[in-house]
């Protein structure tokens, strides 16, 4: 491609909301242009690089035996209906009437639709299992769409689904998709971690996320310092403390605490580790038509986590609720307890189960129990894990130690059963001629948000860096002096047995200063850029390294097989 005639529209200046470097870089170089909050234009430099990613993702699935398929975009509305994802997803869903007055969703997500593809079509065991995939615009209308590409409500996600006969072969399926996602990762140059993730109120066996290691990501990952295990943060475990504080000895007894309502201050006034004090977290929780305050209780030294809050409630959404609404319920705020189970649900965190020697809130304005022992309510609370781990932890599966990390979620694998297939009445005759559903297992990866995640890892204070495997050009000739007529001839000479060679080329004929073609090459991030300048009298051009920023002199009889040999 000439630059002259390319449609890179690079700026100075990048837009006022733009925080990461992907959002900057990717828009100042070009890339993309917003249209609208979380919609995006991708201009041609991020179509290379879309169908770059797109080819890796082909061909790791052709090697596992995946079939693309295309599914239409606007889905329709019973579809939804059918499965209970309509409430469940809310307002993520755009919602639209036809002319016939038929209610259609713009498809954030295929499982429905595809699920509505395979049965009555797949009729048998013999058929299964089956893996199809596609790649595709989806819409979610997000509550905060924000970061550029990283949280678009229009954006491109890779969508498998597979069908099986047992839950064996799902099994067999999760683990080779988790290899084919591994690979797709390192070949695009990434620095990742599997980890475990949140299953849902879906539910599900197994739910793990790909988790591009970056500070500027969303998602806390905990990761054990000596084994393999990670997790996001809202599925995070931890093995249970085996030293533990010296606990407070006292029977049971009320105690007046004035004005004692924090933790740290109850810790304070009694001098006992936080660990020996019961804390409240209450929360609305959001249903379908209704919402409920419920109280969670957990150990002082622990904080509710709230998306093991939200499945441990089965609630669609969890909100904060005011010391009003607390005591409209004849609560005490900063003294309320696990031990009166009447005013409100409480769910208990699972680590509390006989728990003895706490200091628990009274209930009462300005009193606390010490002494307290949970066993008495063992019998008639709910207990669930809605503790989040905290770093220094321990790992559930080791003698090692939890730390936190930052990660940006760029694909999720799940195993769903038969969650779907039961709802959408989908099913296979099995090796007796009994109906069974079929064993769905599915598998997303955000394209248009790995496009970005690149740029989070790849990229200094100039602008993009892009991998091998993701650059929209590998090779950037520079003309220094386009009235240089020896300097034009040798680059069109290299720019024709480049292309020749099938390698992908860009060359900088306008008539810019040096500086500014460099500093937008440098934007751009092409791995390489070969300069055409003075040098070429003492017949020396330079290869600039992007990565490196070192620039190399190089015998102009030699530059083209010291390209080949690169890219
Ligand atoms: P997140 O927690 O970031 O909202 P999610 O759990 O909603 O993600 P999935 O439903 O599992 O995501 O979708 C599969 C993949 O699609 C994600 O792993 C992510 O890479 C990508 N993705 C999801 N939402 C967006 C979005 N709004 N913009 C860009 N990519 C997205
Ligand atoms: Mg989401």
Redesign the pocket.
């Known amino acids: 491609m000439r630059r002259s005639r390319a449609f890179i529209p690079t700026s100075k200046e990048a837009p006022s909301d733009a925080q990461l470097a992907s959002h900057i870089f990717l828009s100042r170089a070009g890339f993309v242009t917003q249209t609208a909050a979380?919609l995006y234009n991708y201009l041609p430099l991020a179509k290379r690089v879309i169908k770059k990613i797109e080819n890796v993702v082909n061909e790791e699935m052709e090697k596992v035996g995946a079939q693309e398929v295309e599914l239409s975009f606007v889905t329709p509305a019973d579809l939804w209906a059918e499965s209970g994802r309509i409430e469940k997803f809310g307002k993520e869903l755009l919602r639209f009437r036809d002319r016939k007055d038929n209610m259609f969703v713009l498809g954030p997500?295929h499982e429905e639709m595809m699920v509505d593809l395979v049965r009555n079509r797949v009729n048998s065991y013999k058929n299964l299992p089956l893996n199809l995939y596609q790649i595709k615009t989806?819409f979610?209308d997000?509550a905060r769409?924000r970061f550029g590409?990283?949280?678009?409500?229009e954006?491109i996600?890779k969508?498998g689904y597979s069908f099986h006969a047992s839950t064996e072969d799902l099994d067999r399926e999760f683990d080779a998709m988790e290899v084919a996602y591994k690979k797709i990762l390192t070949r695009l140059g990434l620095d990742y971690r599997v980890v475990e993730a949140d299953s849902g109120a879906i539910g599900g066996s197994g739910s793990k996320?790909?988790m591009v290691i970056a500070d500027s990501g969303?998602?806390t990952i905990a990761i054990c310092s000596s084994c393999e295990y990670g997790a996001n943060i809202e599925a995070a475990v931890r093995a249970s403390r085996k030293e533990t504080p010296e606990a407070p000895q006292a029977g049971f007894n009320k105690f007046q605490t004035l004005d004692v309502k924090s933790i740290d201050d109850l810790a304070e006034f009694f001098k006992v580790d936080p660990y020996y004090t019961v804390k409240c977290v209450a929360k609305k929780l959001i249903y379908e038509d209704e919402t409920e305050i419920v109280l969670f209780f957990l150990r002082g030294s622990d904080d509710l986590q709230e998306v093991k809050a939200v499945n441990a409630t089965d609630a669609l959404d969890i909100e904060d609720v005011s010391e009003e609404e607390l005591k409209a319920l004849g609560l005490v705020p900063g003294f309320i307890g696990p031990l009166d189970q009447d005013k409100a649900k409480h769910v208990i965190d699972s680590e509390l189960k006989n728990a003895a020697n706490m200091i628990v809130g009274a209930n009462e304005l300005h009193y606390h129990y010490v002494g307290a022992d949970l066993s008495v309510i063992s019998e008639v609370a709910y207990f669930a894990d809605i503790a989040e781990v905290n770093e220094g932890d321990s790992c559930p599966h080791c003698e090692g130690k939890l730390s936190f990390t930052k990660g940006i979620?760029?694909?999720?694998i799940?195993k769903l059963g038969t969650t779907y297939s039961e709802a959408l009445k989908a099913e296979y005759l099995d090796e007796n001629g009994k109906a069974q559903p079929f064993v769905m297992g599915t598998y997303?990866?955000?394209i248009?948000?790995?496009v970005a995640s690149v740029i989070e890892q790849h990229h200094d204070d100039n602008g993009c860096i892009w991998t091998k495997e993701t650059a929209p050009y590998m090779v950037n000739i520079m003309i220094s002096n386009i009235k240089d007529e020896t300097q034009v001839a040798v680059a069109e000479e290299l720019y024709k047995n480049l292309q020749e060679q099938g390698v992908e080329v860009m060359l900088d004929d306008r008539k810019e200063r040096f500086g500014f073609k460099m500093k937008d090459a440098e934007l751009i991030g092409f791995p390489y850029t070969v300069i055409i300048g003075k040098e070429l009298a003492n017949g020396n051009v330079q290869i600039f390294d992007r990565r490196t920023t070192e620039k190399t002199p190089v015998a102009v009889d030699e530059i083209f097989n010291r390209v080949m040999a690169l890219v």
């Open positions: 979380g997500t989806k979610r997000e769409p590409l990283m949280r678009g409500r954006f996600m969508d996320e790909l969303e998602d979620e760029v694909g999720h799940f997303g990866m955000g248009s948000r790995l």
